[in-house]
């Protein structure tokens, strides 16, 4: 794949932040972006980096109306030496591109999504952030963009790649979350879109999300949609938990998000040999191992937070505390080991890590 370059000149550039320590997240935005255009005639085209900046899209735009769009979320990390890292990027773009099937939109070639967030990475390497725990977060997102009212896949597509300097996704750091279970709305129903990475699954979360928050949780984990009995996965994060001497989560079954943390976990764990199960979990099994003492912790897993211990859950105004609100064992073995392997500081021996040069 060609990619046209135009870089910013100095007039267009952004000052870069100057204290590390407090980036937030998603609130900052890099100088530059990829474009590539999609016709069904032609295919992908245009592929370019450019100046960061508005995109223009007609009214009758099809993603203004239908809803055809995905998306995805990576890393990008300053290694031991310098170097520019990226954690498991192939899973993200195999990913991108089951989502893009299911919503009838074009996949594109895994070595070209490679490369174009390559491209990207090297013209605002500047921009990675080097203090442990910060990166550069990178959004590649597609769009239908075709002009034309009538429900169909849109012929015409377009596929954008932004980024920012992120710091902790949690305000508080790795410190337990509170989360509230859900018990009336639902994100996403086996046959749906819940395994695909689309804004409307996300849309379906802000009321629940937003109540469980004025209420003082930081999360909101659901149910499933049919009988409200077994856990699927929380707003922004798959779900473990440790029974005893068992990590279990939720299987994927079609209406969970196949994490690429979840997976990297199911990896480092089996590896160690503590027995791991992907099965169903109900909220009454939960609920019943915190009250005999067989629940020793439960985390949530996610490219955003890595891993995020629970403190506590909530349950039809039931609070259910967690290893006593702290962070588990497990859990910070795992943070350590996952961010370890992400900056460099411990050998990849799963071969996890592609380095952009």
Not at 134 to 159: C, F, H, K, N, Q
Request: proline share 5%; hydrophobic share 40%.
């Amino acid at each position: 794949m060609k990619i046209a370059i135009q870089l910013a000149t100095p007039a267009r550039k952004k000052a870069r932040p100057a204290d590390e320590s407090s980036l937030g997240f998603g609130k900052i935005f890099s100088d530059h972006m990829f474009l590539m255009e999609y016709e069904r005639e032609q295919g992908w085209q245009n592929a370019r980096i450019a100046p960061y900046g508005p995109i223009i899209l007609d009214p009758a735009a099809m993603i203004l109306h239908y809803g055809q769009e995905i998306f995805e979320g990576l890393k990008a990390y300053r290694g031991a030496g310098g170097e520019i890292c990226l954690f498991r990027p192939r899973m993200n773009f195999e990913r991108m591109n089951r989502s893009a099937a299911r919503l009838c939109m074009p996949e594109i070639p895994i070595e070209d999504q490679l490369q174009a967030v390559s491209a990207l990475l090297r013209a605002d390497r500047d921009w990675i952030p080097s203090t442990r725990g910060t990166s550069l977060y990178i959004r590649p997102a597609m769009i239908a963009s075709e002009a034309g009212l009538g429900v169909r896949p849109s012929a015409e597509y377009l596929l954008f790649i932004i980024a920012g300097p992120v710091g902790n996704y949690y305000s508080r750091g790795f410190e337990p979350v509170r989360i509230l279970v859900e018990q009336r709305y639902v994100r996403a129903a086996k046959g749906g879109v819940g395994e695909a990475k689309t804004g409307g699954n996300y849309a379906a979360s802000l009321l629940a999300a937003r109540n469980a928050k004025e209420k003082g949780f930081d999360q909101v984990l659901w149910l499933d949609a049919g009988r409200r009995e077994c856990i699927e996965e929380v707003g922004t994060m798959n779900i473990f938990f440790l029974f005893g001497d068992e990590i279990v989560t939720p299987p994927l079954s079609g209406s969970i998000l196949p994490g690429v943390t979840r997976d990297s976990v199911l990896h480092i764990a089996r590896d160690w040999g503590w027995n791991v199960s992907e099965r169903a979990v109900t909220i009454e099994e939960v609920r019943a191992s915190a009250r005999n003492g067989s629940l020793r912790e439960a985390f949530g897993t996610g490219t955003a937070a890595v891993i995020s211990p629970v403190g506590l859950l909530s349950y039809q105004g039931e609070e259910i505390p967690i290893n006593g609100g702290r962070v588990g064992e497990l859990s910070r073995k795992l943070q350590d080991e996952i961010m370890g392997i992400q900056y460099g500081e411990i050998p990849d021996r799963y071969g996890w890590i592609h380095q952009v040069v």
